[in-house]
């Protein structure tokens, strides 16, 4: 039997924070320039940041290595929440916008947690 290897891009977690982060980018880049470069450029950071730090923890080799950039992914989650709860005050996004951003927000936390344990249960080292 062939042994399968898990793909960084087959983890629940990164593919619901990379399309996160795609949503955010086309919401942003339709913004004037203040919005843009005060709140948007913050966001996108944030949020972009959630999902490459999953892909460089995935990259690490040992196990604490890894549960420390996917903790990583967790604080970028909570930035990230800040930007858009900012972003819906400030009405940059419609309540729609906001809801299916809060959607995403709102499952990563799990799948984060649901990552960490994995990798502690899994890896020995």
Known sequence: MEKTYLKFDAIDAYRTAFNLSNYVWDLVIKWDNFAKFTVGKQLVESTDSISANIAE????????????????????????????????????????????????????????NQLIKYTNIKLKF
Do not use: C, M
């Open 57 to 112: 923890g995935f990259g690490r080799y040992h196990k604490k290595d890894k549960i420390k950039f996917y903790r990583y992914s967790n604080g970028s989650l909570l930035e990230s929440i800040d930007w858009i709860k900012k972003s819906k005050y400030r009405g940059l996004v419609t309540p729609e916008e906001f809801e299916i951003i809060l959607q995403a927000h709102e499952k990563l936390p799990l799948e984060l």
